[in-house]
């Protein structure tokens, strides 16, 4: 312990002046945390692209990254403004965990890593295949991935294991739309290219249970609400069955028509939702 604290006070003034600077920043078609997986969905056919800063002679460091498959990317969870030693994963039961065994993004400092296809480079930028970062993260620093020193198979998951063997075969719960939802979905992918079934169906399918991270809360007596980006979808539980009844926005109109909240996520869709079905959303 001497010897840290003998550290610290030795580097004092190293602590105070670290700097990090994003090296540039990645395009993608998640707008917000839901609509980003956990992990990459290897299997989808995704493409994004990450453009470095046109200074400090980056394009030249690119030089030989094109025979790789794979880099590492390292950002930033520039959204997220706190950290909590213990977390509430949304894998497995509602228990709490230390933050250094998982993955959660409210960390002492918020560096996020991620292994991703590299698909082509074109003078500054990176074409990626999918990946778990929304539109705009900042990117720190590009590593290649080399399956000879970075993959460890064998490797035991700690509890993480136990999470994936309950995982195991089937989804236990069957997810249905009822009339409205189905006629809500439709619209918001035909009029807006809203489109969160997949996502919404792949986490209730596993478990519909109020969770606070998964953003399941109960929604009066006998129904729930679960929240989806800027959205949230009600939906009931009967046996196995996951009813969705209907979509809403995630914003009511004193905040949609607020200018001081014009940042909101989706807030032309969610106004003109809130048209389109004002009795139903009252």
């Not at 000879?148 to 136990?162: I, L, Q, R, S």
């Not at 089937?170 to 739309?177: A, C, D, G, L």
């Amino acid at each position: 312990m001497r010897a840290v604290v003998d550290w610290l006070e030795k580097n004092r003034r190293l602590q105070s002046s670290l700097t990090l600077r994003p090296i540039g920043f990645i395009a993608t078609h998640k707008r917000v945390k839901f609509q980003a997986l956990h992990q990459p969905a290897e299997a989808q056919s995704e493409r994004n692209v990450l453009e470095l800063l046109p200074e400090l002679g980056y394009q030249q460091a690119l030089r030989d990254l094109a025979g790789f498959s794979r880099v590492w990317l390292l950002w930033w969870f520039h959204r997220n403004t706190s950290w909590r030693p213990l977390v509430l994963p949304p894998r497995g039961p509602a228990q709490r965990r230390g933050v250094f065994a998982t993955r959660s993004p409210h960390r002492p400092n918020p560096l996020g890593l991620t292994s991703v296809q590299l698909l082509g480079i074109e003078g500054r930028r990176l074409l990626l295949g999918p990946c778990d970062l929304v539109d705009g993260t900042p990117i720190f620093d590009i590593k290649p991935y080399i399956a000879a020193y970075d993959a460890f198979p064998e490797a035991a998951g700690g509890w993480t294991e136990e999470v994936d063997a309950s995982l195991i075969g089937p989804p236990k719960f069957t997810v249905q739309f009822a009339a409205l939802a189905t006629t809500q979905a439709e619209w918001l992918l035909a009029n807006w290219e809203i489109e969160f079934r997949p996502r919404l169906i792949e986490l209730l399918a596993i478990d519909p249970s109020p969770h606070r991270t998964r953003r399941i809360r109960r929604h009066g007596a006998a129904m729930f609400s679960i929240g989806c980006g800027g959205w949230r979808a009600i939906f009931s539980v009967t046996g196995e069955t996951v009813d969705v009844l209907a979509l809403e926005p995630g914003y009511p109109l004193r905040f949609l028509n607020n200018p001081d909240y014009k940042d909101l996520p989706d807030c032309e869709a969610q106004l003109a939702c809130w048209e389109r079905w004002p009795e139903e959303l009252r």
